[in-house]
Structures are given as structure tokens and as C-alpha cells.
Nanobody, 120 residues
């Protein structure tokens, strides 16, 4: 099993920046894809914020394009999300997601989430 731990959330004012981190740990695993999702207050589902696949290609939700940057440190099994020009509508719990395999078995792991609150 692969464990994911997010950090870096907090309370900021609109226009500020935050950098989220996600650390992956486990035994003998390979991660193919990693992504950030978020669940806004009152919503029942999580929305994709940004994802990065193994060859470095990235994809962003329209609402965050030009403001957020996803990056990955493969050597240290880390995922980051640089969030600039934050808006109140970015307020949500942000979750890290990783898909890959360990001992030839596929996995799809989620972190516990980190709260981001943007005040107006």
C-alpha cells in the first residue's frame, strides 16, 4: 500500500500564494500518475484541479489555469501544487491522488486532505 500525506494548507487572503506538498511512501512502488483534487464546502464530490502523468505532461482545470502549477519530484516521491493569485472560490479541502502499482498490483491512493481557506 502507498500512503500519501499532504501539507501546506492554511488561511490566506485573496491574492496570496500557497504551496501544497504531498509525500508518497511505501514499499517498492511505482507511481504513474499524480493529481490534486479539491472538495469545496457543501459539495458532495471532488473536482480535479491538476494532474501530471509520468512523462511530465500536465493538465489543469479551467478555473485554475494560469494561477496554479503542478510539479513532481520523482526522486523523492513528492508532488507539489503552487497556487498563486488565490481566490475565495479556491477554498476547499485539497487531496493528493496517486495511481500506480506495487508488487505488480495496481493501486489508487488518496491522502487525508489539507484545508485551504481564502478570505476576501
Amino acid at each position: 500500500q502507498v500512503q500519501l500525506v499532504e501539507s501546506g494548507g492554511g488561511l490566506v487572503q485573496a491574492g496570496a500564494s500557497l504551496r501544497l506538498s504531498c509525500a508518497a511512501s511505501g514499499s517498492k512502488f511505482t507511481i504513474n500518475h499524480m493529481a490534486w483534487y479539491r472538495q469545496a464546502p457543501g459539495k458532495q464530490h471532488q473536482d480535479l484541479v491538476a494532474r501530471i502523468i509520468s512523462i511530465g505532461l500536465t493538465d489543469y482545470a479551467e478555473s485554475v489555469k494560469g494561477r496554479f502549477t503542478i510539479s513532481r519530484d520523482n526522486a523523492n516521491n513528492m508532488l507539489y501544487l503552487q497556487m498563486d493569485s488565490l481566490k475565495p472560490e479556491d477554498t476547499a479541502v485539497y487531496y493528493c491522488n496517486a495511481v500506480g502499482y506495487t508488487d505488480e498490483r495496481p493501486f489508487n491512493s488518496w491522502g487525508q486532505g489539507t484545508q485551504v481557506t481564502v478570505s476576501s
